[in-house]
């Protein structure tokens, strides 16, 4: 059973503070992840694509990705209010790269 | 404008009624899914269909049926609804990348099903 794992959290950091999310994946040769962000009672929204081993930064947000830990995590930096969201990792499933293996996700929130 | 639209975003209906979801895209994408979100939030896919191809069929009750008119739109039909089937049912599209894999999705808004 190929499983995508992340900690429920809820995970606290005050504002301006840097949020650490971490996801394992257990099928190795998965190429493709990524990070979405569902706010309450909203649909999940792609925030991240990573692909390649390393550090990928957008504006306040980085990627990083060691597929020999078999470990994806996202830095959130500068923290604010409005990131308080559940945070979705998402693996292609290697087997059938058409299909999204999905973790339960984090919840953050980002204290005033 | 909408990149990926489902209605209706709310649909209250009693057990063993039949309803339909309805489910369109505009970013040309080549792959459409139905995805069910229950209370404890987990993603469950269900169907996927690529240019009209049925592709990912999961471990869904037959009371599910996916239908693709075409690339740009996929409806669901829910026969006999039962009370378990109360949950957000997300549309999402994507496209498929050139090394092979797939671009992230787009996902729509949801619809909320309650089963009374």
């Known amino acids: 059973q190929k499983e995508v794992e992340q900690n429920s959290g809820p995970l606290s950091v005050p504002e301006g503070a840097i949020a650490s999310l971490n996801c394992t994946y257990s099928d190795r040769g998965s190429q493709s992840f990524f990070w979405y962000r569902q706010y309450s009672g909203k649909s999940p929204e792609l925030i991240m694509s990573?692909?390649s081993n390393g550090d990928k930064e957008d504006g306040r947000f980085t990627a990083q990705l060691n597929k020999a830990s078999q470990y994806v995590s996202l830095l959130i930096r500068d923290s604010q209010p409005s990131d308080s969201a559940t945070y979705l990792c998402a693996v292609i499933d290697a087997g059938n790269n058409r299909k999204l293996i999905w973790g339960l996700g984090t919840s953050l929130a980002v204290n005033p | 404008d909408t990149a990926v639209s489902q209605t209706p975003k709310y649909l209250v209906t009693q057990m063993g009624n039949d309803k339909s979801i309805k489910c369109e895209q505009n970013l040309g994408h080549d792959t459409m899914y139905w995805y069910k979100q229950d209370s404890k939030k987990f993603l469950k896919i269900m169907f996927s269909?690529?240019?009209?191809?049925?592709?990912i069929n999961e471990t869904v009750p037959n009371r599910f049926s996916p239908k693709s008119p075409d690339k740009a739109h996929l409806n669901l039909h829910i026969n006999s609804l039962e009370l378990g089937d109360s949950a957000v049912y997300f549309c999402?599209?994507?496209?498929?990348?050139?090394?092979?894999?797939?671009?992230?999705?787009?996902f729509g808004s949801g619809t909320r099903l309650t089963v009374v």
């Open positions: 999402a599209s994507s496209q498929r990348a050139g090394t092979g894999g797939y671009y992230g999705y787009t």
């Open positions: 269909y690529n240019n009209k191809e049925l592709i």
């Open positions: 990573i692909y």
